[in-house]
T-cell receptor, first 114, second 114 residues
């Protein structure tokens, strides 16, 4: 069973606020990912990291930013939240290996911007 | 980049029947295909995966088949139970510069009626 944690699980907040969504994993995985899951269910990759000090933009453009200062921690920040940022955000991690390693997901943060 | 199409979007079966979900992918270099199950309020959980050097893989009531020539793969669930009800996602992983990144299908809502 993967150990990857996201906080908060739910957040309702007003427009213009700065928000940080936390993601931590205790497995020592090098790779970490952030997905945005829209109401239609589809998952879209918005950020990923291959390791400490590595961050890359994903396939879906996002106004959020990420940092990777420690292996176990991959926070996502929105400097000024807007209603269009309302969504579910899922964090995942995977091990680096010779063969393909599966991604393990947290339970997500459901974000609502009023 | 990779494009993954998943069908059907919803699937309703009676308990004990089989369920089949199909996915097609566009990148012939893709070599890893996981399937995830997402229950309400949870993150996606890996249920089975298959690599491109294998045509079929089984794990109890779940099986996945891969046809590399046709670029499609399918999830088969036999003897369905109400607890199989969830959203299922297929995914494909391209080789090359997108190493480690997954592209997800649109999801299938499976409902198993007792």
């Amino acid at each position: 069973e993967a150990d990857i944690y996201q906080t908060p699980r739910y957040l309702v907040i007003g427009t213009g606020k700065k928000i940080t969504l936390e993601c931590s994993q205790t497995m020592g995985h090098d790779k970490m990912y952030w997905y945005q899951q829209d109401p239609g269910m589809e998952l879209h990759l918005i950020h990923y990291s291959y390791g400490v000090n590595s961050t890359e933009k994903g396939d879906l453009s996002s106004e959020s930013t990420v940092s990777r200062i420690r292996t176990e921690h991959f926070p996502l920040t929105l400097e000024s939240a807007r209603p269009s940022h309302t969504s579910q955000y899922l964090c995942a991690s995977s091990e680096t290996g010779v063969s393909d390693q599966p991604q393990h997901f947290g339970d997500g943060t459901r974000l609502s911007i009023l | 980049g990779e494009n993954v199409e998943q069908h059907p979007s919803t699937l309703s079966v009676q308990e004990g029947d089989s369920a089949v979900i199909k996915c097609t992918y566009s990148d012939s270099a893709s070599n890893y295909f996981p399937w995830y199950k997402q229950e309400l309020g949870k993150g996606p959980q890996l249920i089975i995966d298959i690599r491109s050097n294998v045509g079929e893989k089984k794990d109890q009531r779940i099986a996945v088949t891969l046809n590399k020539t046709a670029k499609h793969f399918s999830l088969h669930i036999t003897e369905t139970q109400p607890e199989d009800s969830a959203v299922y996602f297929c995914a494909g992983r391209s080789g090359g510069t997108s190493y480690g990144k997954l592209t997800f299908g649109q999801g299938t809502i499976l409902t198993v009626h007792p």
